[in-house]
C-alpha cells in the first residue's frame, strides 16, 4: 500500500516530506505523502532478491532519492545511514516504476500488484458511474446488429507497438551510469595524454595535479602494494600457496606439505612480480589478517586485490564492508576448482572468476600470467606505472 502511495504522490508531482522536518533518512520515522503520514517502517511488498527481504519504505524511499545520482553515490550514502542497498538491475526496475515509466515491477509481490489494480478498477468504475451512459453507448444499444459489429471489434496495433510491446522501460538511469564510468573517465584519460605533450592552462593542470595525487603511482611511490587472502579454510589460495603460485606459477594443494614448511603461518609473504606491462619488478605483500596488520588508514589505500571464497563475514572489519562498494575500488578475485559451481552472490560482486584445474597442473601457469594480466591492467587504470 505504501509503495503505491509514493508511486502515485511522485506521478502527480504531489508534496512529499520526511517526518519530523528537516530530518535525513536515517533519522526519520515517516513520510507525509500530500498530508498523509506514512511510516517508514512499513513493508511495501518489494522483495529484494539478494537476500528475499520484503523491503521497507526507508530503503524504497532512498533509491528515489538517489534517482539522479549514480551507483557510486547511492551506495556510499546508504553505507553512511545505514539504509539497505537496492542492487543496480532492481534498483533500475524500482526507479523506472516510481517514476511512472513502467507499469508493473517484477520485484513487488502480487499482493501489492493487486492492491494498485484494484484501485485503479475502482477509480475507472466511480467515473464511469458519474458520468452515465454516453450518447455513443445509446446509439450503440438502439442498433442490434452496430452492437454485434462492434462487439468483434479488434484494436489495430501498428508495427512501432507490436515491436515494443505494452512496457514501456526507462533507460535515463543507463545513461546516467555511462556518462560517470564511461564518458567521463575517457575524457579525463584524453585530457591527460594531451598535457603530456603539450602545454596546458592552470585550470587542467590543477586537474591534473588533483587526480595524481590520489592515483595509485603517488600512493605506491614508496610502498608495496597489498594482497588480502581469504583466511577461510575453504580457500583454495592460502598464505601458505601465493608465492609458489603467483610468483612460481605452481599451484599446491592447500592441505600440501610445502605449506607447513615453506610460508607456515607467516603473517605476511611478499612477492616479486617482473612485470613487462610495467617494466621493472613489483613487490607485493599479501596478508590474510587485516585486524593485525591494518594499523594505518594507509594501508587501506594500498590495497590493489582482494580473493574472496564469497562469504560476507570476510569483509566485517574492512574500511569499505559492503562487497559491492569493496569491489568498485580494488580488483576482486574468486579462485575455484574447474568444473564448479560458482556461487550466486559472486557473480554480482564484480569478481573475476579463476578456474584452477585439479589435476592438470601444466596449466598453473597460464591460469597465473591471466590472473597477474588482469590485475596489472586494473592497477594501470588506476594510474600505477
Known amino acids: 500500500m505504501s509503495i503505491v502511495l509514493l508511486r502515485t504522490a511522485i506521478k502527480e508531482k504531489k508534496a512529499v516530506s520526511l517526518i519530523p522536518e528537516g530530518s535525513n533518512i536515517s533519522s526519520a520515522t515517516g513520510l507525509l505523502i500530500d498530508g498523509k503520514e506514512i511510516s517508514l517502517d512499513d513493508e511495501t511488498g518489494f522483495i529484494n532478491q539478494e537476500d528475499g527481504v520484503n523491503e521497507k519504505l526507508r530503503a524504497i524511499y532512498q533509491c528515489w532519492l538517489h534517482h539522479e545520482s549514480n551507483t557510486t553515490d547511492y551506495l556510499a550514502d546508504c553505507e553512511e545511514k545505514k539504509v539497505p542497498v537496492i542492487s543496480f538491475m532492481e534498483r533500475t526496475e524500482l526507479l523506472s516504476y516510481l517514476s511512472g515509466a513502467s507499469e508493473t515491477c517484477q520485484y513487488l509481490t502480487h499482493g501489492e500488484k493487486r492492491k494498485e489494480e484494484q484501485d485503479k478498477k475502482e477509480t475507472t468504475s466511480k467515473s464511469a458511474e458519474s458520468g452515465g451512459d454516453s450518447k455513443r453507448q445509446k446509439i450503440i444499444d438502439a442498433d442490434p446488429f452496430l452492437k454485434l459489429v462492434l462487439g468483434n471489434e479488434r484494436e489495430a496495433v501498428d508495427h512501432n507497438k507490436a515491436l515494443r510491446g505494452t512496457k514501456l522501460t526507462d533507460f535515463s538511469n543507463v545513461a546516467k551510469e555511462c556518462e560517470y564510468k564511461i564518458i567521463r573517465p575517457a575524457k579525463r584519460g584524453a585530457a591527460a595524454a594531451s598535457a603530456s605533450k603539450s602545454s596546458r592552462s592552470h585550470r587542467h593542470g590543477d586537474e591534473s595535479r588533483s587526480d595524481d595525487l590520489h592515483s595509485l603511482a603517488n600512493i605506491l611511490k614508496k610502498k608495496d602494494p597489498i594482497v588480502i587472502l581469504s583466511p577461510s579454510t575453504s580457500a583454495l589460495i592460502t598464505m601458505g600457496n601465493v608465492k609458489s603460485f603467483l610468483q612460481d606459477g605452481k599451484f599446491v594443494e592447500p592441505g600440501a606439505g610445502i605449506n607447513k614448511t615453506v610460508n607456515g603461518g607467516a603473517d605476511i609473504v611478499k612477492v616479486v612480480r617482473n612485470s613487462k606491462r610495467f617494466g621493472k619488478k613489483v613487490k607485493f605483500v599479501v596478508v590474510n589478517d587485516v585486524d593485525k596488520f591494518f594499523t594505518k588508514p594507509e594501508h587501506w589505500d594500498r590495497v590493489v586485490a582482494v580473493f574472496t571464497t564469497g562469504q560476507e563475514w570476510q569483509f566485517k572489519n574492512y574500511?569499505?564492508?559492503?562487497?559491492?562498494?569493496?569491489?568498485?575500488?580494488?580488483?576482486?578475485?574468486?579462485?575455484?576448482?574447474?568444473?564448479?559451481?560458482?556461487?550466486?552472490?559472486?557473480?554480482?560482486?564484480?569478481?573475476?572468476?579463476?578456474?584452477?584445474?585439479?589435476?592438470?597442473?601444466?596449466?598453473?601457469r597460464q591460469t597465473s600470467e591471466y590472473l597477474w594480466e588482469t590485475l596489472e591492467k586494473f592497477m594501470a587504470s588506476r594510474g600505477y606505472k
Open 319 to 364: 574500511r569499505d564492508s559492503l562487497p559491492n562498494v569493496l569491489f568498485q575500488k580494488v580488483k576482486g578475485y574468486y579462485i575455484h576448482y574447474n568444473g564448479d559451481p560458482v556461487p550466486e552472490n559472486i557473480q554480482k560482486w564484480n569478481l573475476e572468476v579463476i578456474p584452477i584445474e585439479r589435476t592438470r597442473r601444466f596449466k598453473d
